[in-house]
């Protein structure tokens, strides 16, 4: 059986032990990479691009809420992502998994059912709680937003998780390695699919999304 990469990105060292002996556990031999924050998290998925999973951490230091799942998705299409959070109500688990992530893990999650989820998502499906219903987004606002969110390209979705880093054009100019006219104009186009009228009113709108999460 072929070696399977998995990172886990988590700030705190108990809960990541924790995911570690999780994988451990399971069949064939693993190689697992850990991340204390959001950066470092996005440096191993670009340093590994074959990684089969990550396991994120929905509140970590260096991103706000659903942000950094955003960015991750926009860089690294391929990566299946399970959102690991304390914040496990319906609306947290239906919003993270309409916003692209392959699964979602509570905290309160034991072992094996930590190990069952992971295991789920590397054969290619999607998971969720037992305890979870699905059902449709409640706040039709929100609804409407995650639906312009999906028309963003996966540029413009990194560029709009940068915006709300308070980053400026040239500095996302500078990390993206394209020019600022190029910003300029994705900036804009953002600004026209979300139907803001400036920077400030499309950060505002994204952190509407983060409005149900607890921690």
Known sequence: ????????????????????????????????????????????????????LMLLDLAMPGVSGFSGLMALRAEFASLPIIIVSASDDATTIRRALELGASGFISKSSGIEDIRRSIQTVLAGDIATPESYRDGQEQDPDVADLIHRLHTLTPQQSRVLTMLAEGLLNKQIAYELGVSEATIKAHVSAILLKLDVDSRTQAVIQLGKINMAMVA
């Open 1 to 52: 059986m072929q070696e399977q990469t998995i990172i886990i990105a988590d700030d705190h060292p108990l809960f990541r032990d924790a995911l570690r002996q999780a994988v451990i556990g399971m069949e064939g031999r693993q190689s697992i990479i850990e991340a204390g924050d959001f950066a470092a998290a996005r440096t191993a998925a670009g340093a590994h691009p074959d990684a089969d």
